[in-house]
């Protein structure tokens, strides 16, 4: 091997060796560390996916469903069961969603003549959500006479999700005079 190395020495010193040499050496490198064991701690994991853990897969959602409505307390136990730092990652699935929700009045805010602020709360069991919207208060006669606790149903886009939803293109339904039971 000497031999061949004293008689190439100028063709393996000139350009096309450099790079044939580079080449060889760059293979052997990636040979040696693939075979090298992996940290069973944090495995080939960086820096950034060891402290925010693996990234949460984001639930299916589809934009439009006939018959079939999310409940708010689903989508929000989703978003609490994902790691923190994922959270606003996956709230982001839900923005756009066309939702239909149940729940009680739990208060009204003017905001202008034409503007009422709505909070609603949605309760299964013992945890409940809430759901703000605004709407206008001319399209919808009696609204006034709405008392806290009133069942009502909100249609909407959800623009937003934190601690609760806020809704766009809000349209309210509600009965002045409760079923019989």
């Given at each position: 091997?000497w031999?061949?190395?004293l ?6 010193f ?9 080449l060889?050496i ?15 701690a944090t ?12 990234p ?8 439009e ?16 069961e994902?790691?923190l730092?994922?959270?606003p ?5 839900y ?20 503007n ?8 299964e ?11 206008n ?13 009133h ?7 959800i ?19 409760p079923?019989?039971?």
């Amino acid at each position: 091997m000497w031999n061949w190395l004293l008689n190439n020495k100028e063709w393996l010193f000139s350009g096309g060796g450099i790079v044939l040499v580079a080449l060889l050496i760059r293979f052997v490198f990636q040979r040696i560390k693939k075979a090298k064991p992996k940290d069973e701690a944090t495995g080939s994991l960086s820096l950034q996916q060891i402290i925010e853990g693996p990234p949460a897969k984001p639930p299916e959602i589809r934009k439009e469903v006939k018959g079939v409505s999310l409940s708010a307390l689903a989508i929000m136990t989703t978003i609490e069961e994902t790691p923190l730092l994922q959270r606003p990652d996956v709230a982001k699935n839900y923005i756009g969603l066309r939702v239909s929700w149940d729940g009680k009045l739990s208060s009204a805010n003017k905001i202008s003549d034409n503007n009422i602020r709505l909070i609603i709360r949605i309760s299964e069991g013992y945890k409940d959500v809430g759901v703000t919207f605004e709407i206008n208060p001319n399209r919808y006669p009696g609204l006034g006479l709405l008392k806290y606790k009133h069942s009502v149903r909100v249609s909407g886009v959800i623009s937003r999700v934190s601690d609760y939803f806020e809704l766009e293109d809000a349209y309210l339904e509600y009965e002045l005079t409760p079923p019989d039971k």
